[in-house]
């Protein structure tokens, strides 16, 4: 039974990893449904993030899970103003420029991390880094149970705001209808960095729950963000719930087959899908058409 | 309440509007006619705020709006109703009248709603329902409810009989009637002559992005040749 053991330790690690890699998934998926354009700053802010955990942790002590509770705010507020003073106004509603636009911001973040923290890899110590708990016959990881709970929680959260408040309204509204929703009197401009504001927000819980468990490096975030395009197709362009099962999808996918051909093979099983979605299905598990 | 003087605006290079002027005082109902092409939505876009004039004045109870964003004019209580219904299709009805009172009228969103069903029943019973699997008539029922609960001081409605039903045509110049009977100011631009003069009381045409003839809507109705010279009747 040992075999057994193996493979539902693999799903289950793949499911916390999934996770993780929903929860940047979201801020991408988001972004691209509600602005149309593929934020290709997102690795870089995510590994920004991860070093704002570092700095945290190394120059003033702070638990990740402590730092996620001011570095998830300041990310709202660097994202929020990052496309309502630099992406909206350089872009002058032109896509194409939009695009250009994130990529150049991705070039300056990871060169600026590179010139303050230089190319070596980092990682933290925190106590409960290697501690784990008994499920069954499964050793799980804390640091990586609290994060699978936590992103969960949070695209939850996300779905409920999307759902339930005006802003979350007026962001869907603007996704669909942008004409209507100015003539509501929805101001666009701000709907649209409050949107970047919420990816950017993502990013940085994500990087909270990564630390622990993970190391950093001025390329860290672009990995991550391969896979979190990956998901976003998958899913379906744009929708939530896609981006969640797709990320937790992708984590076992990931998980099983690094079982199967050796660790640092595992995201060939994802690359594999990836094709086989676009061949197949297009649109995602829960996209709709254009 | 709108006094619009010599405005020229347009898209880019291309001016569509070549100085019009008209004003709409409150209580009234005026009819902006026209055939396809002459301005009319170029018009209703403007005094919105979606495009800037590249001359001339808006002013809407006695403030200026030229310049000033959809929000603010949405704030001022000046309501576009748009041409093509621009409601929002992956929400439900309930969640698009609601939105109607995002920048306006907040506070009394419950009580405003309540209207909105009364004076449209049929989106009580459909209020869960996802706004783009309404009929076309339902859809126009819905944008002009969403542009109440704003509780607006003027409703422009753009074009709200276009692909309707006749009998539904019927019915949605009773609805406006009924709207403006409560003293709204409404801004009726149409490209259905007959019906909008017989609710109006006043009437404009626009030919090539000028105002042609204005005047009371009996007038221009009794006039045949009017009709026929400008509107093909």
């Given at each position: 039974m040992l075999k057994l053991d193996i493979l539902l330790s693999a799903v289950a690690n793949g499911l916390m990893t999934g996770a993780v890699y929903a929860l940047i998934a979201l801020g991408l998926t988001l972004v691209y449904g509600v602005?149309?354009?593929?934020?290709?700053a997102n690795g870089a802010m995510l590994t920004t993030a991860m070093y704002g955990v570092l700095l945290a942790h190394s120059v003033a002590g702070i638990d990740p899970y402590v730092a996620v509770f001011f570095l998830t705010p300041l990310f709202f507020a660097f994202g929020y103003a990052i496309q309502r003073w630099v992406i909206g106004p350089a872009s002058h509603g032109d896509d194409n420029n939009i695009l250009l636009v994130t990529l150049g911001l991705a070039i300056i973040l990871e060169n600026a991390l590179l010139a303050i923290f230089h190319s070596d890899t980092r990682s933290i110590d925190v106590p409960y880094g290697f501690s784990v708990i008994e499920v069954g016959t499964l050793l799980l990881s804390v640091p990586r149970l609290i994060a699978f709970a936590a992103a969960l929680a949070v695209a939850l959260l996300l779905a409920l705001v999307l759902t339930g408040t005006d802003t979350g309204k007026a962001i869907r509204a603007v996704a669909k209808e942008k004409t209507g929703a100015m003539l509501a009197g929805i101001d666009v401009e701000h709907i649209y960095a409050v949107t970047f504001g919420i990816g950017a927000a993502c990013l940085a819980i994500a990087a909270c729950l990564l630390m622990p468990t993970f190391v950093v490096n001025p390329r860290t975030g672009n990995a991550f963000v391969l896979v979190a395009f990956t998901i976003v197709v998958l899913g379906g362009m744009g929708s939530i719930a896609g981006a969640l099962v797709g990320g937790l999808i992708i984590g076992v996918v990931e998980s099983l087959s690094g079982l199967a051909f050796g660790e640092s093979l595992g995201q060939i099983g994802i690359f594999l899908l990836f094709i086989v979605v676009l061949l197949v299905r297009p649109t995602g598990l829960f996209g709709a058409k254009a | 309440m709108l006094e619009v003087h010599d405005l020229r605006s347009g898209y880019g290079e291309v001016q569509v509007l070549r100085g019009i002027s008209l004003d709409v005082d409150s209580g009234e109902i005026v009819t902006v006619l026209g055939a396809n092409g002459v301005g009319k939505t170029t018009l209703n876009n403007t005094l919105s705020g979606l495009i800037h004039p590249t001359s001339g004045s808006i002013r809407f109870d006695g403030a200026s709006l030229v310049g000033t964003p959809p929000s603010a004019v949405v704030a001022a209580g000046l309501i576009h109703v748009p041409e093509g219904r621009?409601?929002?299709?992956?929400?439900?009805v309930r969640d698009n009248l609601e939105l109607g009172s995002y920048r306006r009228a907040k506070a009394r969103r419950s009580a405003n709603l309540e209207r909105a069903f009364a004076i449209f029943p049929r989106l009580r019973d459909r209020s869960r329902q996802l706004a783009g699997t309404l009929s076309g008539g339902e859809q126009q029922m819905l944008a002009i409810g969403r542009g109440l609960m704003a509780e607006p001081r003027l409703l422009i409605l753009d074009?709200?009989?276009?692909?309707?039903s006749p009998l539904l045509v019927e019915e949605m110049f009773q609805l406006i009637t009924r709207i403006a009977s409560d003293g709204l100011a409404v801004m009726l631009v149409e490209q259905n002559v007959v019906q909008s003069l017989d609710i109006a009381h006043r009437a404009y045409v626009i030919e090539n992005g000028m105002i042609t003839i204005a005047g009371a809507a009996a007038d221009l109705k009794s006039d045949r040749r009017l009709m026929e010279t400008y509107l093909g009747l």
């Open positions: 602005l149309h354009i593929i934020n290709f | 621009k409601i929002f299709p992956n929400m439900s074009e709200p009989s276009l692909g309707l």
